[in-house]
């Protein structure tokens, strides 16, 4: 199949797709990291175990991805051209009549499929995964996945139970070091140590669960002056769970509603409120200029890719990060505005989508089609006075003695070129 594609778009897709995929994962990784470093504190202190952390980090995924998605396109295709136009290969391929817009055809195709990934992102795996999210956030802190009983700390569990582990190992399975104290139905005080146990599912009542003890002691309080003291090789102490509320139902904020019921609230629903409507419209308009300012990408990546002849600068690289990252700001800012009702969402993100995409034409028409336009020239130039201003602040002034034996030979006439 590869062979009835012409070999320069082969090409030219070897040289978007390495970079775009490499940004994607790097970028995608680093949002990661900062989550997962809070994440571990997080669980660490509400007791939890460590696999819990890499389920919540999966349900952040298609959240992270649809930031990343955008970035790497850009950046891929930023590369891309670069390599090209450093390499004078994008001057011989002009020269012999292939146009911008012809060399845009794979990163359009691209573009079009990454589009399409980013739409079923945005507007129905990510609100479904953040409602994920939210409820295993709500089931660590309620104690529904084994997060209530912390070790080294006192747990009281049904109002008559106090219950300490010195060590866990094996993520719970094993605990060692037990000791409890219950109170039963006969106001008869029970004082249980354990050198180990683990916690076992009973079949018949889903509210209890059983902590088998091995090798310990049982001292019994009945009120006398001497209390009863056993001694047992293994022993089964039944723990009623405490009552865990249920999770709420989703659809708490505009960011857990798919497509269909954005749509529905803030359009056709006449007994939502003005505050529902407001934010499920701004949620709207915030996924639609994401994901149709992605189309201009590619026209971005092709005007800040392309330095001034002899210029090897990576100005656009820097610059086309600040561009995207300011414009994904000013995004959330009016989604924010927009929600609480003081802009209509269409001004809010629409008004912002306009004048960038204007920018980005303007910057392609300057690199494609006006001769020695380059839309970095400028910031170049700018750039260079900074750069060299720098340089002179910081090299100093230089010392007086060379200053004066400079002067020194400028004014011997020995030192003046014969005739």
Do not use: C
Not at 257 to 284: C, H, K, M, V
Not at 329 to 348: F, H, S, V, W
Not at 379 to 397: C, M, N, S, T
């Amino acid at each position: 199949m590869l062979n009835f594609i012409p070999s320069i778009d082969r090409y030219i897709f070897r040289l978007v797709i390495v970079p775009m995929l490499g940004v994607f994962a790097l970028a995608a990784s680093l949002l990661m990291l900062d989550k997962m470093l809070r994440l571990f504190d997080f669980v660490a202190v509400e007791g939890g175990p460590i696999a819990v952390v890499f389920k919540m980090l999966g349900a952040l995924i298609p959240e992270y991805a649809s930031l990343a998605i955008p970035l790497g396109l850009l950046l891929g295709v930023l590369f891309a051209f670069r390599k090209l136009a450093t390499s004078s290969e994008l001057d011989t391929m002009r020269a012999v009549g292939l146009s911008y817009w012809r060399l845009l055809r794979v990163p359009y195709a691209i573009t079009v499929v990454l589009v399409a990934v980013n739409v079923a992102l945005v507007f129905y795996i990510q609100p479904l995964s953040r409602y994920y999210y939210e409820q295993m956030e709500y089931e660590l802190r309620s104690g529904a996945l084994g997060a209530s009983i912390k070790v080294g700390e006192f747990t009281t569990l049904a109002d008559r139970m106090a219950l300490r582990i010195e060590q866990s190992e094996d993520e719970g399975q094993r605990l060692m070091g037990i000791f409890a104290r219950v109170s039963n139905s006969q106001d008869q005080v029970l004082s249980i140590s354990a050198r180990e146990g683990s916690f076992m599912a009973t079949s018949d009542d889903p509210d209890t669960i059983i902590l088998r003890l091995t090798e310990g002691t049982i001292v019994q309080d009945t009120g006398s002056e001497t209390p009863r003291v056993l001694s047992f090789s293994r022993h089964d102490l039944p723990i009623d769970l405490p009552a865990i509320e249920e999770f709420r139902a989703r659809g708490e904020g505009s960011r857990e509603y798919i497509l269909p019921e954005l749509l529905s609230i803030g359009w056709a629903d006449e007994n939502a409120t003005e505050a529902e409507r407001d934010a499920t419209q701004a949620s709207f308009n915030y996924r639609m200029v994401e994901i149709v300012m992605m189309l201009l990408m590619p026209l971005l990546a092709v005007a800040l890719a392309i330095p001034p002849k002899r210029s090897t600068s990576a100005l656009g690289v820097f610059a086309s990060i600040v561009m995207v990252v300011a414009y994904h700001k000013i995004n959330q800012y009016g989604e924010d505005i927009a929600t609480l009702g003081r802009i209509d969402p269409i001004i809010a993100l629409w008004g912002p989508f306009v004048l960038f995409g204007a920018l980005i034409l303007w910057m392609y028409h300057r690199t494609a089609h006006v001769p020695g336009g380059q839309a970095l020239g400028a910031l170049e130039r700018v750039f260079d006075k900074i750069g060299k201003q720098l340089g002179k602040l910081f090299a100093g002034p230089q010392p007086k003695s060379l200053v004066a034996d400079h002067q020194a030979e400028a004014e011997d006439p020995r030192m003046a070129p014969a005739e």
